[in-house]
């Protein structure tokens, strides 16, 4: 089985709460062989409603999570039937689903990370053995468990010029920094789209700063700026990683709605140029995923600030609203094939793991 390359649908719902990215992966664990369709289904305004209300909750005992968690699943098992409904898949010649469910609460210092959603009923339910709970197995061995999908990064990555960085700015940003030789480092530098998702949801403009173009309209108060950035996480050495209502947003609280904005993006930003200085050596190249590289105030941010080229994963030619799907399904079926998942320069396990729980159709 180790080089058997399997068909694997990835299941990511982010931490900036948008909805589902869903994706086909061809790989045997260690190289990619093939991309297959991907599509994206956004949670209804009065679920993600809900969904906000269990985060920072730890769900074990939860009823209000265990019913969002339900509706969670039948989320996921709709985003499965018309990813293979819609582009013609034949489910029997899907091996495996990674099915990373939602982090609602993430404490890794005190040995707890929880993704809700229900890997045995999304199994009996598409027809197709489930991997989930992958974060679970590194922080039993004294990891962070995030971030996660640096082995994808670098699989992706294996014949690019290093050191190289990605990029991936979501609810949180975090970094994968690959070497020459393909040593790989990982930790999360803070916030990303989560406080500024936040801001312009609490001030009845949607969902998101779309186009960036609150952030572009306000002027960044320096004074509120120190203050979220005098927070020790950031001179914190790696590995290290976050939830992501870690950051306390009441310095922007008595701004305007385009300065908060502004603000909040310069926050981001200016974190992630504090993640530079723990880096080994600097990148040749920045390499950007996630909802982040859709805003063009933070990208035009990361412009000014970085010396070295930062562009859209696209640029590499990856496809990045699938990036963190197919991510989860190349280690869906690492997991299957007991490759670790994780290494203790990404997460700061204690050695190399394996991870996951596998789900089989027929099972109970």
């Not at 992706?156 to 940003?173: D, F, H, M, R, T």
């Not at 050495?237 to 908060?260: H, M, Q, T, W």
């Amino acid at each position: 089985m180790a080089n058997e390359i399997l068909t694997a649908i990835g299941l990511m719902s982010g931490t900036s709460m948008d909805g589902i990215d869903a994706a086909v992966l061809r790989t045997d664990g260690e190289r990619i062989e093939g991309f297959g369709p991907s599509l994206s289904i956004p949670y209804e305004t009065v679920f993600r409603d809900r969904l906000r209300t269990v985060l920072g909750r730890n769900p074990t005992d939860d009823s209000d999570a265990s019913a969002v968690a339900e509706d969670l699943t039948g989320y996921h098992i709709q985003a499965v039937q018309k990813l293979i409904s819609e582009n013609g898949v034949d489910p029997g010649s899907v091996d495996v689903i990674g099915f990373h469910g939602h982090t609602v609460f993430h404490q890794p210092d005190q040995g707890i990370t929880r993704q809700i959603g229900d890997g045995g009923r999304l199994a009996r339910e598409t027809g197709i053995s489930v991997v989930c709970d992958f974060r679970a197995n590194d922080v039993a061995y004294g990891g962070q468990g995030a971030p996660f999908a640096s082995l994808y990064h670098a699989a992706l990555s294996w014949n690019y010029e290093k050191p190289l960085a990605v990029l991936n700015i979501g609810g949180v940003a975090n970094v994968t920094w690959i070497s020459p030789d393909g040593g790989l480092i990982a930790f999360d530098t803070g916030p990303g789209n989560a406080l500024i998702d936040d801001w312009v949801r609490e001030h009845e403009l949607g969902e998101m700063d779309l186009g960036g173009h609150l952030a572009h309209d306000g002027q960044v108060d320096e004074d509120a700026l120190a203050q979220l950035l005098d927070n020790a996480y950031f001179a914190q050495l790696y590995p290290k990683s976050l939830d992501r209502d870690d950051f306390d947003p009441s310095p922007v609280v008595n701004l305007s709605i385009a300065d908060g904005a502004a603000t909040l993006t310069a926050f981001s930003v200016r974190a992630i140029e504090k993640a530079v200085h723990l880096l080994p050596a600097l990148p040749n190249r920045w390499l950007v995923c996630g909802g982040g590289r859709h805003n063009p105030a933070i990208m035009a941010a990361l412009r000014m600030i970085l010396i070295q080229p930062v562009e859209p994963v696209e640029m590499a030619g990856w496809q990045g609203d699938a990036l963190e799907a197919q991510a989860f399904a190349f280690l869906a079926v690492r997991s299957l094939k007991a490759l670790p998942l994780s290494l203790p320069s990404t997460t700061g396990v204690s050695k190399p793991v394996s991870g996951g729980v596998l789900h089989r159709p027929d099972e109970g």
